[in-house]
């Protein structure tokens, strides 16, 4: 079941692929990006995590935290030296879709089918160009899984859901920028 703007978020205390213990109700005095991404051989969500990534320091300093969730397995996250390097972002592994499930993200074949037929070519190109990781999913990974992403505000209330509608769907970073800045939400 998808969540709904302004309700509570869903909390979750899990370890991330770092060992750190991350529970949510230690943010609730700030704002938070909440990520759910594909496998860690994902090229669509590898570039948004490089970009995320490369827009972190600046983000964090205008009063937004990071959290990325995959639903690889820890150990595979861990094989990749682009995951590690994700730190200090904490990135939770969570392969059997626990929170995945508590935030509604969805599963859907048909949209990424479509993407893939529409813009796998140039998103591995951009991939390779970048030098993130793009290889086939592990045991256990779906080809299904639809990105999402939430920015939750101070209470940890819930300010903006976006259930993607293809696999480069995503959150403008002027959008999280604006948040960062003052809790503002564009369209």
């Known amino acids: 079941m998808r969540l709904e703007q302004n309700v509570a978020a869903p909390i979750f205390n899990q370890k991330d692929i770092f060992g750190r213990m991350i529970d949510l109700e230690t943010y609730r005095k ?25 827009k972190h320091a600046e983000l964090k300093a205008l009063g937004l935290e990071m959290i990325f969730f995959f639903e690889s397995p820890e150990n595979l996250l861990l094989k990749s030296i682009f995951h590690k390097e994700v730190s200090p972002i904490p990135l939770i592994s969570d392969p059997k879709k626990i929170i995945y499930s508590q935030y509604g993200v969805e599963n ?7 993407s893939h037929l529409s813009s796998f070519v140039q998103t591995a190109f951009k991939a390779r160009k970048l030098d993130v990781p793009m290889h086939m999913m ?10 999402a992403e ?3 505000d101070y209470d940890l209330q819930v300010k903006k859901v976006h259930y993607a509608d293809s696999l480069n769907d995503r959150l403008g970073v002027d959008i999280l920028t604006a948040f960062a800045k003052d809790g503002s939400i564009s369209k």
């Open 30 to 54: 700030k704002r938070v990006f909440i990520g759910f991404f594909r496998h860690a051989g994902c090229p669509f969500c590898n570039i948004r995590v490089h970009t995320l990534s490369k």
């Open 108 to 114: 859907s074949g048909y949209k990424s089918a479509v």
């Open 138 to 147: 592990a045991a256990g990974e779906s080809i299904s899984t639809m990105p």
């Open 150 to 152: 939430f920015l939750i």
